[in-house]
């Protein structure tokens, strides 16, 4: 299944590996991948929550980096320099 949501996710097709997701339990990789999802459309807030949540099942996982990822992005945005 793994498998598959990670072919859903390469391919855009987003909706499609979303409700395989919400159809799993939610563990480190569910939580993980929704929130590489929810990045990927924008939804900057939603997926750091969800790195966090899975950051707290597995502290080593993937969600980790992207966690910390996500938060240097953010510190580095100012959306003063776009919005003058």
Do not use: C, V
């Not at 498998?3 to 390469?10: G, M, N, S």
């Not at 480190?28 to 966090?52: C, D, F, P, S, V």
């Amino acid at each position: 299944m793994k498998t598959e949501i990670d072919a859903l996710f390469a391919a855009s097709r987003l909706d499609e590996a979303e409700q395989a997701l919400l159809a799993m339990p939610a563990d480190a990789y569910t939580l993980y991948m929704r929130g590489r999802i929810a990045w990927k459309r924008g939804l900057r807030r939603e997926a750091i929550t969800l790195y966090e949540e899975s950051a707290e099942i597995e502290p080593e996982g993937e969600a980790a980096t992207a966690l910390e990822q996500a938060r240097a992005i953010m510190a580095f945005y100012n959306k003063d320099l776009y919005n003058p």
